[in-house]
């Protein structure tokens, strides 16, 4: 049984210039626990008027805020941590309830936005420019970075509540004024946070709050006072916003879909191989942008690896989140199980399905969305679904006669969001390292999710821009820089 009850239904407000706010939208839409079909509150879908006055909340707060000095900027971050840290189990019962992964998984999101926050206290530090004296006699330079200004980010459905965290913090640490526009499908995750930002103690205008859609999106886009957009989603919306936002001069950071391989050698160590690969595939009902959705096994590791991944999927055990034990959710809408379930007929008549995880019955979850974890075997080099990004709980194996084989699949694959390599040769994980065509590399990793310290990268379709979200990458995107080069006449000083 689910330990917690469903929120009261509730209208989602936006947070304005400090206040929270009850749109005036005319359009809402229901906010639906994947797990079993309630509708636990209303979204407003927020048009031109409400999302330009957040812009101009954020407009107004900025000019004091880019005056506030760093080390006093990052204050209110030190307590967001502390905040976050205590109601970390609060606000993973509540991303369970509205995207459906296990409260475990979204405990981990929650400790990733935690780990952001930290690495965004470094600003002081890490927004630091650079100078040298002398460039030519009695000539120095110098190069600073200031902020933008307004910036907006704009999130997906499957992690509520760390993907807003790959901005938020290093956003406002820089001295920019923030939008966020969350998945209206998950906007709740983003309200209870906000409550705490709200007690963070920033000045009003810092961090905003809009709901909605595509209409908020496009107003985010058009409107001359943002300057930059950090987006993360599919493929076809990063391209779109990508371009609109490059169209109206904005700078952009997309990241898009995926389609992530992971290769296994006949020499890896196939009993941690199959644990971590059955994690990646089928976690977060494989509704991650780095989980695994082809493995291709090469040589004599395709029988092995067949039978024991097939073994370790048939055993996960699939439900409501929030119940004892439950290692997988379901996939976050209806229209999302159909999808998938139809990706899984085209899988079967291209190939073999070994796990058909499609008719799913869940005690009490018949009005969930659940897909169980499925396995799909002997596709064709040129199989339709072996570059679909299906986005829930299907692995897809694939067979190549060599490394080199492999490699030239992945070549293919208009994505390049995470590759992984299991094996235990160091010459064959460096050879891999060094080609593979992806920005995020797995080594024995079935999830290879970059520290905050890191960059969030990602390549091809997978990416739109030059700056990647989280670290240093974070502070470039969110800065502008600036170099002044300075003479002072030396006899000027000899008067003092
Ligand atoms: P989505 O593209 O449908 O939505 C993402 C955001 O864009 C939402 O806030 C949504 O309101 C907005 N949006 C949707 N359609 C729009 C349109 N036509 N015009 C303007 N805005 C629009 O993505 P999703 O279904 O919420 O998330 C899943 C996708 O995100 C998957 O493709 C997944 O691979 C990808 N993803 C990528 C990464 C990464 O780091 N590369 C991380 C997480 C998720």
């Known amino acids: 049984m689910s330990t917690v009850a ?7 407000p936006n947070y304005i210039n400090g206040k929270w706010q009850d749109s005036t939208s005319t359009d809402w839409q229901d906010v639906i626990n994947p797990a079993n079909g309630e509708v636990v509150a209303r979204v407003p879908l927020s048009g031109v008027a409400e999302v330009s006055k ?3 909340a954020a407009a107004a707060a900025y000019p004091a805020w880019r005056r506030t000095p760093p080390e006093d900027r990052i ?4 307590k967001l941590k502390q905040l976050l840290e205590e109601h970390i189990d609060g606000l993973a019962r509540i991303i369970t309830q509205e995207n459906g992964k296990t409260f475990a998984e979204a405990k981990a999101e929650l400790r990733r936005a935690i780990e952001n926050v930290e690495v965004a206290c470094g600003i002081p530090m890490m927004m630091q420019g650079y100078n040298l004296e002398d460039v030519a006699r009695g000539i120095d330079e110098t190069m600073i970075r200031q902020p933008l200004g307004v910036v907006a980010a704009i999130t997906p459905f499957n992690f509520p509540g760390m993907i807003p965290f790959w901005f938020l913090p290093y956003a406002i640490a820089c001295g920019n004024t923030l939008i966020v526009k969350p998945s209206e499908r998950v906007p709740l995750t983003m309200r209870h946070a906000f409550e705490l930002l709200e007690q963070a103690g920033l ?3 810092v961090v905003n709050l809009v709901n909605g859609g595509k209409a908020a999106v496009d107003t985010l886009l058009d ?3 943002v300057r930059a957009i950090s987006f993360v989603g599919s493929t076809p919306v990063a391209k779109y916003i990508y371009a609109r936002a490059g169209a109206n001069g904005k700078r952009a950071q997309c990241q898009g879909g995926a389609k992530n391989h992971v290769i296994v050698l006949p020499d ?3 009993k941690m191989a199959t644990q971590i690969i059955s994690d990646s595939a089928f976690g977060c009902a494989g509704q991650r942008c780095l989980a695994v959705s082809v493995a291709i096994t090469v040589g004599e590791a395709q029988k092995t690896f067949r039978d024991s991944i097939t073994e370790a999927a048939s055993s996960l055990r699939v439900g409501n989140g929030l119940d004892e034990g439950v290692q997988m959710g379901p996939v976050i809408t209806r229209q999302s199980k159909s999808r998938v379930e139809s990706l899984i007929e085209v899988g079967a008549r291209e190939g073999k399905v070994l796990l058909d995880g499609r ?3 869940i005690p009490g979850g018949e009005n969930g969305n659940f897909v169980k974890p499925t396995v799909l075997d002997a596709l064709p080099a040129n199989s339709e679904l072996a570059d679909t990004e299906i986005f829930g709980p299907v692995l897809s194996l694939v067979h190549a006669d060599s490394l080199d084989d492999a490699l030239a699949f992945l070549e293919r694959s208009a994505y390049g969001n995470q590759a992984s390599l299991f094996t235990s040769s160091g010459a064959a994980a460096r050879r891999f390292r060094y080609d593979a065509p992806a920005g995020n590399i797995g080594i024995n990793i079935g999830v290879a999710a970059p520290m905050a310290y890191f960059p969030f990268s990602g390549w091809k379709d997978s990416f739109f821009g030059v700056q990647h979200g989280q670290g240093r990458d974070a502070v470039e995107f969110y800065t502008e820089k600036k170099v002044v080069v300075e003479r002072w006449a030396a006899e000027h000083s000899r008067k003092f």
């Not at 204050?75 to 030190?78: I, K, S, Y």
């Open 203 to 205: 000045p009003p205008g």
């Open 223 to 225: 409107h001359p006072k």
């Open 268 to 270: 890896a160590d196939m």
């Open 54 to 56: 957040a812009i101009d």
């Open 6 to 12: 469903a929120p009261p239904l509730t209208k989602v």
């Open 359 to 361: 008719q799913a019955r």
């Open 75 to 78: 204050q209110p971050l030190f």
